[in-house]
């Protein structure tokens, strides 16, 4: 089929809660907001779970909401809901007349980038491939071809909320000698803003930083900064050209 029918007939599955293996990963009938073509058509579809009570305030859930701040803000000023009833499920819906191809591990990265978490479904054909595509590092759902039944055959139920910008803040508070961690929580500011940024310029064009943040920013930009490590760089050419000439030598002699 193609990927509207796909769509509506996931769509019906998740209402009527014809989805099996789910594990309540997915959110149930009463609690869903479906949004077609969510964002900028980046995803086929954005389904945003709205729970009666809040998230488990663990690490992942109050670091997702910090770095996600305005993301989940524009949500749920818009459904009038608290930010810490909010799931967002970013889903890629792949028919049969899709192609499987390299893009895919990008659209998931994508979704985890923005989200923090991917929804992969597959039409019955492409299902034969879902034991492959089990490492990609989304949950799968796939089409059984009877009626809209379909059914979980991979779970990556990981809320992911830090990006590739983490950084080892304890072991760096240390080196400097950091006794009062005064160092280790501005590295953690830093690493925070740098985050905010990183997920807010996929789908905003504000920075979408509070005020104290900015001035937060503002001091460091008033610090003279390192050199920029372009005469270290041409140091280090010249050193491993010479390497390479002593190699010489030293295989000539020989």
Request: charged share 30%; hydrophobic share 40%.
């Amino acid at each position: 089929m193609n990927e509207r029918d796909l769509k509506l007939l996931f769509c019906n599955a998740l209402r009527s809660g014809n989805i099996k293996y789910s594990n309540n990963f997915l959110p149930t009938t009463e609690d869903i907001r479906i949004v077609q073509e969510a964002y900028s058509r980046n995803f086929d579809l954005l389904i945003a779970a709205i729970t009666k009570e809040p998230e488990a305030r663990d690490y992942a859930h109050y670091n997702n909401m910090l770095v996600r701040t305005q993301l989940l803000e524009s949500f749920a000023r818009g459904e009038k809901c608290r930010i810490d009833c909010i799931q967002f499920y970013p889903v890629e819906i792949k028919s049969d007349d899709d192609v499987l191809d390299e893009r895919l591990p990008n659209q998931i990265l994508d979704a985890i980038l923005a989200f923090g978490r991917s929804v992969l479904v597959l039409d019955k054909n492409h299902s034969k491939k879902a034991h492959v595509l089990r490492f990609l590092p989304a949950t799968i759902i796939c089409y059984t071809g009877i009626d809209d039944q379909f059914e979980v055959t991979s779970r990556f139920d990981r809320l992911v909320s830090n990006s590739p910008l983490t950084i080892q803040k304890a072991v760096l508070a240390r080196a400097l000698g950091d006794d009062h961690n005064k160092v280790y929580r501005r590295l953690v500011a830093i690493e925070r803003i740098m985050q905010k940024l990183t997920f807010n310029q996929i789908y905003f064009e504000n920075l979408g930083l509070t005020n104290e943040e900015i001035e937060f920013l503002q001091i460091i930009a008033g610090i003279r900064t390192p050199p920029d490590g372009r005469k270290m760089l041409s140091r280090l050419v010249m050193e491993t050209e010479n390497m390479k000439l002593t190699d010489y030598y030293s295989i000539s002699d020989r």
